[in-house]
């Protein structure tokens, strides 16, 4: 039963372009979204995050956006560069569980 | 300020072997979680403490794998038999457990081969 899905295993995106990375959910009472970047040989890290009350969020370069009736989410890179090329994993939580569920995770390659 | 520690950061063992990972969380992080990440798959959560205390363990196959965290700062997975499909990377993370929007910092993981 895979709550949160990633169909895309990888993604390559020419350096400076739009990274797009996409998640679904299946779950209606998932209420925070978050995702994480993870590099070889370390451990998933925080990138940014979402709540199901709002329907975008931007930091920086990186912006969610959140589709509750689609149960879909995406993470827009832009412009992507070199140090984004990592595994993105898509995470969710049920409101006051602090349980992450996670995707099967995105390997993005920036291109020069 | 320092990381989520892990050790050991690779493992390797026969099937039916025991095995045991060890996680320090970062200073004053309340709440702590075991992950078990399958190639290919995301983390899936294991176990979450809170303090020395077990919030969650319903994904825990609790006939062949224990965690402790007695004194509510460092915690244990062991894993006693292993098997095949236990090979995996075990990842701990913390996070302050204060409000359900509290971030988790991951440590590094220690990758477990069972042959």
């Known amino acids: 039963d895979q709550q949160v899905k990633q169909n895309s295993p990888s993604l390559s995106v020419q350096e400076g372009r739009i990274s797009i990375l996409n998640c679904d959910y299946t779950n209606s009472m998932f209420d925070y979204f978050l995702w994480y970047k993870k590099y070889p040989a370390e451990g998933p890290t925080f990138l940014i995050s979402i709540s199901s009350i709002k329907d975008k969020n931007e930091d920086g370069r990186f912006t969610v956006f959140l589709n509750k009736s689609a149960k879909h989410l995406s993470l827009h890179i832009v412009p992507s560069q070199p140090g984004d090329s990592a595994v993105y994993f898509c995470?969710?939580?049920?409101?006051?569980?602090?349980?992450?569920?996670f995707g099967q995770g995105t390997r993005l390659t920036i291109n020069p | 300020e320092a990381g989520v520690a892990q050790s050991p950061r690779y493992k390797i063992i026969e099937k039916r072997q025991s095995v045991a990972f060890w996680c320090n969380p970062i200073s004053g992080h309340a709440t702590l979680y075991w992950y078990q990440q399958i190639l290919g798959q995301g983390p899936k959560l294991l176990i979450q403490f809170q303090n020395n205390g077990v919030v969650d363990d319903s994904q825990l196959p609790k006939d062949r794998f224990s965690a402790e965290r007695l004194k509510g700062v460092d915690s244990t997975l062991k894993i006693q038999p292993a098997k095949l499909e236990d090979s995996a990377v075990y990842l701990c993370a913390s996070s302050l457990g204060q409000g359900w929007s509290s971030e988790q910092f991951f440590g590094p993981g220690t990758r477990l081969t069972v042959l």
């Open positions: 995470a969710a939580s049920v409101q006051g569980a602090q349980k992450l569920v």
